[in-house]
C-alpha cells in the first residue's frame, strides 16, 4: 500500500490520502482543523477560524501548527495558509474575561478593540481593562466574534474542599476530550452519539471540582443525566438534583433549556454563580430562546454534540456563546476502534402514487416488509409528522411516544423497550436528540423535518451503541416524485461528510413478508 499524504488542496483544505502512516497525518491535522469528508479512507481537514482558536486555547501556537503541518505535509505549506493560520491564532487572547476585586472585566492590550465593542476602557499598566456585567457576556462574545476576536476566558474556578471523583472507567478518547476541555478552559467536544459524550460531562465536572449546571434538551435526558452523575461518580445522591422547582445549594443542577429560561427558574439559576455549565446537545443553544441560557454566570463552560450543524447557519454562534472546538473525532474513526457500532444506511424509495394516501398505503406497505426482516431486532420507527407515525403504530401494533404522551407513560414504555419486552417502538421528535436506547438496532425514518443534516444523524446515533456483534441499520423511506427526494439529500449530507455512504433501494426490492402490501393497506 502506499504511503499516504498530507496536501494542501488550491481551495484551502488539506487533503489526506489513504495509506501507510495515515492516522498519525490525521492526528496531526486534528490539532488545528476541522473534519469536513471522509470518502473511501480519504480525509478532507479546514483550517477554519474555530478550529484554530480552539487550538490556541488547548496552547499551540501558530508556530507550532505551521511546524507539525510542515513536518507532515508532501510539499510546502502554500504561502496564504500560513499567513492566515498566523494572523488568525494570534488574535486569540487578545480579549480576555478575568475575575477583579469580586467583579468580571474584559482586558485587552489594544484600548480600540475594547471601544469597537462598545466599550469604555481604562488603562491598568499595560492593559486596558472595562467592567462587564456576566449576564452580557454571551452577547458580548457574539459581537466580539462577529468582528473576528474571539474572547478568552481566565477567570478562575473555586476551589472545593470536598472533591468528587468519577469511578467509571473512562475510554481513551474520553479521556482525550476531557483533556482537552480541562487545558483549553471553556469550548466544545464533538463526539459521535453512543460514544458516551454524558461520561465525558460528569468527568469534567468531578476533574473541575465546583459546582455545575447541566442544560439538557429534554426531562427524560436530565434523568439520564442523574443517573449519569450517582452511578459513574462517588457524588453523594443528595449533592445532585433535576428538579428545577428548587434550586439550593446542590453541587450539580439539571434542568431543560425550557425551564433554564423560563421565568423564576431562569431568575434562580441567573442568581448563582456556576463554576461550570454543561450543555447538552450545545447545536440548539443559538435559537433565541435559548440564548437566553448564554447569561448564567459561570467560570466555565462545555457544550457536547455530536452535530455541529445547523439549518440557519448560526453554527458559530455556538463557539461566541460557549468557546471553540476543543475535541473532535470522526463517526467512522470510532467505529473502526470498535466504540460504536458499525452501520448499514439505506434510503429506500417509495414509487410515484396520485394522492398522499397512496403514499401512505405505500410506505406502510414498506414498514411492513422492514419489520418482518428485522422480527428478531429491537427496531424504532421514526417520523416527524405525528398523524402518520400514529397511523403506522395503529395498523402494525407497536405503541408510539409523542410530545403529547404522559411523562409516566412514557418512561413506562421506554423501560419496557429497553428490557426488550416491546420489540418496536415508534418515536416523534421527542427521541431524535439524546435519549438513551442502548439496544435499539434498528430504525426505520419514515418522515422527516425538511432538509435537517442534524436529525438524521441524530437519529442513525439512536442505533450505534456497540455490543458484540452487532450491526445498525438505518433505513429512510422517501417518496418519489415529491420534496422529499430533495430533501433527503440534504438531510443524509452530513453523515455522508462522515464516510457513511448511503444504499438505494426500489421498495419493489424489499422482500414481502407473509402479508400481501395489497392486504396491508385495507386495514
Not at 402518520?388 to 403504530?393: D, E, F, S, Y
Request: glycine letters at 10%; proline letters at 4%.
Amino acid at each position: 500500500m502506499a504511503v499516504s499524504q498530507l496536501i494542501f488542496r488550491r481551495d484551502g483544505l488539506i487533503h489526506i490520502t489513504s495509506g501507510v502512516g495515515r492516522d498519525r497525518l490525521v492526528d496531526v491535522a486534528r490539532r488545528s482543523s476541522v473534519l469536513r469528508s471522509v470518502v473511501a479512507d480519504d480525509y478532507v481537514f479546514e483550517l477554519s477560524n474555530m478550529a484554530l482558536w480552539g487550538a490556541a486555547a488547548r496552547g499551540f501556537t501558530g508556530v507550532d501548527v505551521l511546524r507539525d503541518l510542515a513536518a507532515a505535509a508532501a510539499g510546502p505549506i502554500p504561502q496564504p495558509v500560513a499567513a492566515r493560520v498566523t494572523e488568525v491564532m494570534a488574535r486569540w487572547g487578545r480579549l480576555r474575561l478575568e475575575q477583579c476585586d469580586g467583579s468580571v472585566v474584559i482586558t485587552a492590550s489594544d484600548a480600540g478593540l475594547l471601544r469597537r465593542l462598545g466599550l469604555s476602557p481604562q488603562q491598568r499598566d499595560s492593559r486596558w481593562v472595562a467592567p462587564v456585567d456576566e449576564s452580557e457576556i454571551g452577547e458580548l462574545k457574539i459581537a466580539a466574534m462577529t468582528a473576528g476576536w474571539p474572547v478568552a476566558d481566565g477567570r478562575a474556578i473555586h476551589a472545593r474542599a470536598d472533591p468528587y471523583r468519577v469511578t467509571a472507567t473512562l475510554r481513551p478518547y474520553q479521556r482525550e476530550a476531557v483533556s482537552a476541555f480541562l487545558v483549553g478552559g471553556s469550548g466544545l467536544v464533538l463526539l459521535p452519539c453512543g460514544a458516551g459524550k454524558t461520561i465525558v460531562g460528569v468527568a469534567a465536572a468531578a476533574a473541575i471540582g465546583g459546582s455545575t449546571l447541566v442544560l439538557s434538551p429534554s426531562r427524560t435526558v436530565s434523568e439520564q443525566w442523574l443517573s449519569a452523575f450517582v452511578g459513574l461518580s462517588n457524588l453523594s445522591p443528595e449533592r445532585v438534583s433535576a428538579h428545577a422547582r428548587s434550586i439550593g445549594a446542590e453541587r450539580v443542577m439539571i434542568v431543560t433549556y425550557h425551564a433554564a429560561t423560563t421565568g423564576r427558574v431562569r431568575d434562580g439559576l441567573r442568581e448563582r454563580h456556576w463554576d461550570l455549565v454543561i450543555y447538552d446537545e450545545v447545536q440548539s443553544l443559538p435559537a433565541d430562546v435559548f440564548r437566553l441560557a448564554a447569561a448564567f454566570q459561570s467560570s466555565r463552560r462545555l457544550g457536547l454534540t455530536a452535530t455541529l450543524v445547523r439549518e440557519d447557519g448560526r453554527e458559530d454562534e455556538i463557539s461566541a456563546l460557549v468557546g471553540p472546538a476543543l475535541y473532535d473525532v470522526s463517526w467512522l474513526e470510532l467505529e473502526r476502534q470498535g466504540w460504536i457500532a458499525p452501520a448499514r444506511c439505506v434510503e429506500v424509495r417509495i414509487p410515484e402514487a396520485p394522492t398522499a394516501r397512496e403514499r401512505l398505503r405505500y410506505r406502510l406497505a414498506v414498514l411492513k416488509r422492514l419489520l418482518a426482516i428485522h422480527r428478531d431486532d429491537p427496531v424504532i420507527v421514526a417520523g416527524t409528522h405525528v398523524a402518520g407515525l400514529r397511523r403506522a403504530g395503529e395498523v402494525l401494533g407497536f405503541p408510539v411516544l409523542t410530545g403529547q404522551s404522559d411523562r409516566g407513560e412514557r418512561e413506562a414504555v421506554l423501560a419496557r423497550f429497553r428490557e426488550g419486552d416491546i420489540p418496536v417502538l415508534g418515536i416523534s421528535r421527542i427521541g431524535t436528540v439524546g435519549i438513551d436506547l442502548p439496544n435499539a438496532s434498528v430504525l426505520i425514518q419514515i418522515s422527516g423535518t425538511f432538509g435537517s443534516r442534524q436529525e438524521e444523524a441524530q437519529r442513525l446515533g439512536r442505533v450505534l451503541r456497540p455490543a458484540p456483534g452487532k450491526s445498525a441499520c438505518f433505513y429512510t423511506l422517501v417518496a418519489c416524485g415529491t420534496s422529499e427526494e430533495g430533501y433527503a439529500v440534504r438531510r443524509q449530507r452530513f453523515l455522508v461528510s462522515q464516510g457513511y455512504q448511503y444504499e438505494l433501494l426500489d421498495a419493489a426490492s424489499v422482500p414481502r413478508s407473509d402479508v400481501a402490501s395489497g392486504d396491508l393497506a385495507r386495514k
